[in-house]
């Protein structure tokens, strides 16, 4: 069986990993917005998330479709943040963005064309023939709209933390519950998404097509 590596180069060797890249800009965003403000501390964690996202590029991770964009707005992101030195801008713009690609994705639900429909194959590599098959529309419909819906209800959670505490509160609370939120909410949608398509013919479980997968790329590499 093929070992899986959450993070790391396609040598083997470790660059860190998933938990360290979430916690680096969370602290360097507390060091430098207690020694030396907010605009620096907003600069210094979006160079380490520009880093974060170039190195998950070259290592083939499925973010590198949309560095392009997800670079465009951590960027455009950071100098706004800087340029107003106001957390209530920078933090909002984070935010504003969760709450519209939350309804965006309930959207593209609602009007029977789920983004995940189109999409969800960068993450899992299903063949043709699975994703024209009803159980996968079903499947990524739903999908798409309860992480929507999730989008929309941590929006609110997050709108309420930030008026409710100080700043290094709320970074910190985030960072504490995020964490195991995202590693919950992703084993529940493999989980999903492996028992919904069982009952389309080929289809092997979502463990060996990962297995397949992570083979495929140690023999590019």
Do not use: C
């Amino acid at each position: 069986m093929a070992e899986y590596k959450l993070s790391g180069g396609s040598d083997g060797r470790s660059t860190g990993g998933p938990f360290l890249d979430s916690l680096m800009p969370v602290v360097l965003f507390l060091i430098m917005n207690r020694f030396a403000g907010l605009g620096w501390a907003v600069a210094g964690a979006t160079l380490w998330s520009v880093k974060v996202a170039v190195s998950r590029r070259r290592r083939g991770e499925v973010i590198g479709k949309f560095l392009p964009m997800l670079l465009a707005y951590l960027v455009a992101r950071g100098i706004v943040g800087v340029l107003t030195d106001s957390e209530a801008v920078y933090f909002g713009i984070g935010i504003g963005a969760k709450t519209i690609v939350g309804a965006l994705l309930i959207g593209t639900s609602l009007v029977g064309r789920p983004i995940l429909s189109r999409a969800l194959h960068l993450l899992i590599p299903v063949g043709r023939e699975i994703r024209f098959h009803a159980a996968y529309k079903r499947m990524t419909k739903i999908l798409t709209f309860a992480f929507g819906a999730w989008l929309l209800v941590t929006s609110a959670f997050d709108f309420w933390l930030f008026n409710q505490t100080s700043t290094d509160g709320y970074v910190i609370i985030r960072a504490i519950a995020s964490w195991p939120a995202g590693v919950v909410l992703t084993l529940l949608g493999f989980w999903y998404i492996d028992r919904s398509l069982r009952v389309v013919p080929g289809f092997s479980g979502i463990l060996d097509l990962l297995e397949k997968q992570q083979t495929g790329r140690g023999h590019n590499n």
